[in-house]
């Protein structure tokens, strides 16, 4: 299996293992990343932190045909990572989402990807999220939908976005009612970005559907 310019690979993953499977794991990572490991207080918690860490490096080094625990990582002015020491003019990019027991790993060949996932959970009003949050255009299509609907098209909507702000690197530096997106599931768009328009043509937006009770979506630059 080859990565061309034209291509997204999508990686799924399931973090729920056994402690020897995630185990496996702890020599392929770097020092500041086992310390990461082993701050977490309980032990499910350091399971997924060691297979989604173990399984990305696993994934580029294949791509890369470089051992695992020889990838080096680095990130920009925002925390967005990177791979450090590449020299292509179309490097291998890539974006790493999780929830729960679950994680997606997007992988290019030379375009900025953005990818997010969340679990979905009917335990909060996400209305009241959306209001404080959102553009009031999308606040008003989701108060559109029926009740037993709207915590889909929340999610839908937050995972558009956040991917959008992954893709693009900038993080939390940018409000999310800065840009829009669409809300309905089935149709993933980016609709408008307050401060460039350009921006519209630049991504295409997708959505994910890793398993049931997940919703996803996907960012990637267009082809240049």
């Known amino acids: 299996m080859t990565l061309t310019h034209d291509d997204v690979h999508v990686w799924r993953v399931a973090l729920e293992v056994h402690e020897d499977v995630a185990r496996q794991f702890e020599d392929s990572l770097a020092p500041d990343e086992q310390l990461r490991a082993d701050r977490f207080e309980f032990a499910q918690d350091r399971r997924r932190f060691l297979v989604r860490r173990g399984v990305l490096r696993a994934v580029l080094g294949w791509y890369l045909g470089t051992r695992p625990e020889r990838l080096r990582f680095e990130c920009n002015p925002y925390g967005k990572p990177s791979l450090a020491g590449q020299t292509s003019v179309r490097p291998i990019r890539f974006n790493l989402a999780h929830s729960a027991d679950l994680a997606v ?6 375009r900025e990807v953005g990818v997010d996932i969340e679990r979905l959970d009917t335990q909060f009003d996400s209305l009241k999220i959306a209001e404080r ?11 559109g939908c029926s009740p037993s609907a709207r915590t889909q098209a929340f999610f839908h909507c937050w995972t558009r976005k956040e991917s959008y702000l992954k893709a693009r690197g900038v993080g939390v530096t940018w409000s999310l009612d800065r840009f829009e997106v669409s809300v309905s599931p089935g149709h993933a768009a ?5 401060d460039d328009p350009a921006e519209l043509s630049r991504w295409s937006v997708q959505d994910l559907n890793p398993e049931p009770g997940y919703v996803g979506a996907l960012v990637v630059e267009s082809r240049s």
């Open 105 to 110: 790993i997007a992988v290019t060949h030379g």
């Open 133 to 143: 949050f959102f553009s009031p255009h999308e606040v008003a299509a989701l108060r």
């Open 190 to 194: 980016l609709l408008n970005v307050c």
